[in-house]
């Protein structure tokens, strides 16, 4: 009898033993699922993976390799130390080269007694995953590389989802630079500092609290928020007189025109609201919708109050170029009736500031 109930002792054991890392793995496929619709942004979405990693494995190190392009190196992304405080040094490794090297090279698993390298595979392996030293000081097993293998099948599809992403935004970045310069070719004695006015457009954003995705439409929105102007005749844009009510009204057209040539870009939906309200005014006296105050898209407002800056020191055939100063005395002077009172407030901190001054300043008169 006591043969018997040890062997059925031993039997559920086994079957604990057996069943146990089927189930973790089948929760680790619901949060890492989690985990890939959460972010596109590879600089959160490793680290989130890392930690996970780490919770379910018990371990105290986990470090995330992808390989370069020529499939040469293996590349540091992220390493998460549990027991220590200070920056961990990323190191470069060989393909072929120690456990991780390894794993790749070959496309499977390699385990010691405290380490187990997991191979990231798409296609073909784009990284590895290696995780050190269990906090219970036990060595990795058979079971953690089954575990660990269901992790790394999903978290290679995250991760080769936000590379696309990235890759796609690169994309749609050449487009908008490309627009952005053919716009410039029309008055060519007029000069942009297309580059400074992002940063300063998106430094506003931050003092605003914006989220990530939120600045990244006002980036794109600042290079392109005159798109629109492709449409108006050359001999208005160049006009150096006065324009007449005819021609003005052509010229109020150019959010809209803008909307239309970048709405069919799915990664630019979020930018059409700022490009088609950039010119409403905060007292209801703007257009294309006489909007007011809230009603305005907040990076409407931020672009109408960088937009306008830009448009009094950039020289214009109709006028010389005002100086800086000038122009933020303007900007402060129309606060409240133009402008948004906060959104002039942050800008005009960003503009005091001394590396956005001599940003501004090298790149348009360095210029000149």
């Not at 007694?113 to 191979?119: D, F, H, V």
């Not at 055939?317 to 129309?334: M, Q, T, V």
């Not at 133009?338 to 348009?364: G, Y």
Request: net charge positive.
């Amino acid at each position: 009898t006591i043969v018997r109930e040890v062997q059925k002792e031993l039997e559920l054991s086994k079957l604990y033993e057996t069943l146990r890392p089927r189930a973790i793995a089948l929760s680790t496929v619901h949060t890492v699922h989690r985990l890939i619709s959460s972010t596109l942004n590879l600089n959160e979405l490793l680290p989130r993976i890392a930690r996970l990693s780490l919770q379910i494995m018990r371990a105290n190190r986990c470090s995330i390799k992808l390989v370069d392009s020529k499939k040469k190196l293996l590349l540091p992304k992220v390493t998460i130390d549990l027991r220590k405080k200070k920056k961990i040094r990323l190191k470069k490794i060989k393909v072929g080269m120690w456990a991780p090297g390894k794993a790749f090279k070959f496309g499977r698993p390699v385990r010691g007694e405290n380490y187990l390298a997991m191979p990231l595979i798409d296609e073909d392996a784009i990284g590895v995953i290696t995780l050190y030293d269990k906090v219970d000081k036990k060595p990795f097993t058979a079971f953690d590389a089954e575990i660990m293998s269901t992790l790394a099948e999903q978290a290679v599809i995250a991760i080769r989802n936000a590379q696309l992403y990235k890759e796609q935004e690169k994309l749609t970045v050449g487009t908008i630079k490309s627009l952005a310069a053919i716009l410039d070719r029309r008055i060519p004695t007029t000069y942009v500092p297309r580059a400074s006015f992002a940063k300063i457009t998106i430094a506003t954003g931050q003092g605003l609290h914006l989220d990530a995705d939120t600045l990244k439409s006002l980036e794109y929105a600042a290079i392109l928020h005159d798109a629109g102007e492709i449409v108006v005749p050359d001999e208005v844009l160049t006009k150096p007189t006065k324009l007449t009510g005819k021609e003005y009204e052509i010229v109020k057209e150019h959010p809209s025109v803008g909307v239309e040539i970048i709405k069919h870009m799915k990664a630019l939906k979020s930018v059409t609201p700022i490009i088609l309200y950039h010119h409403e005014n905060y007292d209801g006296s703007g257009y294309p919708k006489g909007l007011k105050k809230d009603q305005i898209p907040i990076g409407a407002r931020i672009l109408a109050v960088v937009g306008t800056f830009e448009a009094m020191i950039t020289k214009r055939p109709y006028r010389a170029a005002k100086g800086i100063d000038e122009a933020l005395e303007e900007i402060e002077r129309h606060s409240g009736t133009q402008f948004d009172p906060k959104v002039v407030e942050v800008f005009l901190n960003v503009m005091r500031r001394k590396d956005t001054r001599l940003m501004l300043e090298r790149e348009l008169y360095g210029h000149r």
